[in-house]
């Protein structure tokens, strides 16, 4: 915490260890492991809650939100005046003797991913609501809607290498497995690179996919990675935010601990001084990122651990819905 709280009075970001090509931690195919009961309880509760969401509040939004990869051959019909001479059916209009034109229709699937950070600063702040359970109904929200729609849903978990990449598939059971693996991703690793991540997601995304890319964003280097994920995918930037992320509490003196590095710190956080700075460089780094974001591409939705984190997903759609 020490060198997170000194690194955001400095305006800074953390750097993530160099983590070169790393292999997955787990095989995509492999079997999750049981889960907890009381996983089990919280795996059941965001499924009722998302099914209900996706159900009652998207609607169409979602299917009108992303396109499908193309189009495809439908039917031949006889030509009516108007039609696009460029779509005739030669080979028919020579069997038929009069002219026939060629019917396409929208190829509507999409493959959906959800690229989840699960380093260790994820448990940080409020564990019990915080950002592993925000990312976890948000994945729960997206991936239900998807399967709805009858689009394959992924996952990738990541920290300063690629713990677990489960490929696209069909089925509400296949998304809800996704989420299981949000909530129990394993002993999580000290930091996080977000461009490793995006590098890998690059390489194994055959075509073109929805990309939600759920992390704190507390990150450095990633703008050109993201770019270039962003030019190929359409990718929305999920930033979970905790409230200690933006504003130090007059608490006394505390004992901060750094669930990263290791390493504990003493601070006086009833120290105005102390708190502006770390407001101040707090909405630095707001700032900062959010042009990241803008200049690589991908499209950024806030997602709170003391609000609702259904509901900036749920205005997302909407926003994007309107649009089209």
């Not at 099914?51 to 031949?76: H, K, M, N, P």
């Not at 564990?127 to 998807?146: F, S, Y």
């Amino acid at each position: 915490m020490r060198d997170r709280l000194l690194g955001l009075l400095r305006g800074g970001a953390r750097r993530p260890r160099e983590a070169g090509d790393a292999s997955p931690g787990v095989a995509a195919g492999s079997t999750p492991p049981p889960l907890p009961p009381r996983l089990l309880v919280s795996v059941r509760r965001l499924e009722i809650r998302a099914r209900r969401l996706v159900t009652s509040e998207l609607g169409g939004e979602y299917r009108s939100t992303f396109r499908g990869a193309g189009i495809e051959f439908a039917e031949a019909r006889e030509y009516v005046p108007g039609d696009d001479v460029r779509r005739i059916d030669w080979n028919v209009t020579a069997r038929m003797g009069e002219p026939w034109v060629k019917e396409y229709v929208e190829e509507r699937e999409l493959h959906l991913v959800c690229a989840v950070d699960v380093s260790a600063s994820q448990l940080a702040g409020r564990p019990a609501q915080g950002r592993r359970a925000a990312a976890a109904e948000v994945c729960a929200l997206v991936t239900l809607a998807a399967a709805y729609s009858h689009d394959r849903t992924g996952l990738l978990t990541f920290s300063d290498r690629i713990e677990r990449y489960v490929p696209p598939a069909k089925g509400a059971r296949h998304a809800m497995r996704l989420v299981r693996e949000v909530l129990q991703p394993g002993e999580p690793q000290p930091t996080t690179s977000i461009a490793l991540a995006c590098d890998y997601l690059a390489r194994v995304l055959r075509r073109r996919s929805a990309v939600f890319l759920i992390s704190d964003f507390i990150d450095d280097g990633y703008e050109q990675a993201l770019r270039d994920l962003a030019r190929r995918h359409e990718v929305i930037a999920a930033v979970l935010v905790d409230p200690l992320d933006e504003t130090l509490p007059d608490a006394g003196i505390v004992e901060l601990e750094d669930v990263e590095r290791g390493g504990r710190l003493l601070i006086d956080s009833s120290d105005e001084g102390l708190r502006r700075r770390y407001a101040e460089a707090a909405a630095a780094r707001r700032e900062r990122r959010s042009a990241t974001l803008r200049r690589a591409g991908a499209e950024e939705v806030t997602v709170r651990t003391d609000a609702d984190a259904a509901e900036p997903v749920l205005e997302f759609f909407r926003r994007r819905s309107r649009r089209t």
